[in-house]
C-alpha cells in the first residue's frame, strides 16, 4: 500500500484506538487494579482464594483486549483482501500490455478507494467495539 495511503488508515485507526483506551480501556483497568487490591486485602482468604479473585478481577479487561484485537485483525484482513485485489487487477493489466505508469495509475486509484472504504467502516465499528466494551463492564 503506498505510504500516503497507509498513513491515512494509520491516523484514523490510531485515533479510534486512542479513543477507545481513554473512554474505556483505561476505566476498565483502573477497575481491575482496585478489584486486585481489595482481593489482597482480604486477610482471612488463602493464597489461592486470593490467586482466584484476582483472576477475576482480571477477566473483564482480557475480554475487552481480545474483543478490540479480533476487530482490528478483521478490519486488517479485509484492506489486505481489497488490495491485494487491487494488486490482481494491476497484474492483470501489466500482462495484458498495458503501460508501467497506467499500472501504477491503477493500482493507486483502487488502493485509494480501498483505503476510503475502510475509513469508512471505522465509525460503525467503533461505535460497535464501544457498545461490546460497556457490555463487558
Known amino acids: 500500500m503506498a505510504e500516503a ?3 491515512r488508515v494509520q ?3 490510531e485515533e479510534m484506538v486512542q479513543s477507545l483506551e481513554r473512554d474505556h480501556i483505561r476505566i476498565m483497568q483502573s477497575r481491575m487494579f482496585k478489584c486486585s487490591a481489595e482481593c489482597c486485602d482480604r486477610s482471612t482468604d488463602s493464597m489461592a482464594q486470593v490467586h482466584q479473585c484476582i483472576e477475576r478481577c482480571h477477566t473483564p479487561l482480557g475480554q475487552a483486549q481480545a474483543l478490540v484485537t479480533s476487530e482490528m485483525e478483521k478490519f486488517q484482513d479485509r484492506l489486505a483482501r481489497c ?3 487491487c494488486s490482481d487487477k494491476a497484474k492483470d493489466l ?3 500490455g498495458a503501460k508501467e505508469p ?3 495509475s491503477l493500482m493507486d486509484h483502487c488502493v485509494g478507494t480501498c483505503v476510503d472504504d475502510h475509513i469508512n467502516l471505522i465509525p460503525s465499528m467503533t461505535r460497535r467495539l464501544k457498545d461490546n466494551l460497556d457490555s463487558i463492564q
Open 5 to 7: 495511503h497507509q498513513g
Open 94 to 96: 501489466f500482462d495484458s
Open 11 to 13: 491516523a484514523v485507526v
Open 83 to 85: 488490495t491485494m485485489h
Open 102 to 104: 497506467a499500472v501504477r
